[in-house]
T-cell receptor, first 113, second 111 residues
């Protein structure tokens, strides 16, 4: 069964304190991975698509990387406005759910000024 | 502006009632999805539709029904058979691949 695990569940940082979020998965034949940001009471906002091991994508203070078994979301010098829940989601492969996303439970990031 | 709209933002239901959540998109996307989100849980897929007049059950379809009569619209009905319907419901769409874009969500509360 395909599984996605995100760690830590919650992360508290001081403004400017860099860190990384992890997304690990046991998805057979991984074909890409998606990162989303979700603010409380809102729908997830698309951040990145990573298609192959070794790929990296950047957006402002965020950088996403991908290996064969896990992905990292690196946050450099975070600001309070980066506070949100970050979700990762690889796609299902095979069977009736092919192409549908499997979502992790997310990492709730809080950045204090 | 292109995007996905969901209505209402908040919905209250009495036990035993059916309620319908609206999802509309003007992105010209072929595929649409419904998810349920509970506190501390990942998004769980309820139903999805890859094309008009066709839809498939997701992981937790029991107690829910959908229709896809128009490309732009994918309404979700939460029936009285759904035993624990209080949750945050999210609609998404995609152009056909796995990259999905989400609406703002509807929070359903059973009184």
């Amino acid at each position: 069964e395909d599984q996605v695990t995100q760690s830590p569940e919650a992360l508290r940082l001081q403004e400017g304190e860099s860190s990384s979020l992890n997304c690990s998965y046991t998805v057979s034949g991984l074909r890409g991975l998606f990162w989303y940001r979700q603010d409380p009471g809102k729908g997830p906002e698309f951040l990145f698509t990573l298609y192959s091991a070794g790929e990296e994508k950047e957006k402002e203070r965020l950088k996403a990387t991908l290996t064969k078994k896990e992905s990292f979301l690196h946050i450099t010098a975070p600001k309070p406005e980066d506070s949100a829940t970050y979700l990762c989601a690889p796609p299902h492969l095979g069977g009736g759910s092919q192409g549908n996303l499997i979502f992790g439970k997310g990492t709730k990031l809080s950045v204090k000024p | 502006d292109g995007g996905i709209t969901q209505s209402p933002k908040y919905l209250f239901r009495k036990e035993g009632q059916n309620v319908t959540l609206s999802c509309e998109q003007n992105l010209n996307h072929d595929a649409m999805y419904w998810y349920r989100q509970d506190p501390g849980q990942g998004l769980r897929l309820i139903y999805y539709s890859q094309i008009v007049n066709d839809f498939q059950k997701g992981d937790i379809a029991e107690g829910y029904s959908v229709s896809r009569e128009k490309k732009e619209s994918f309404p979700l009905t939460v029936t009285s058979a759904q035993k624990n319907p209080t949750a945050f419901y999210l609609c998404a769409s995609s152009i056909g691949g796995p990259e999905q874009f989400f609406g703002p969500g509807t929070r359903l509360t059973v009184l």
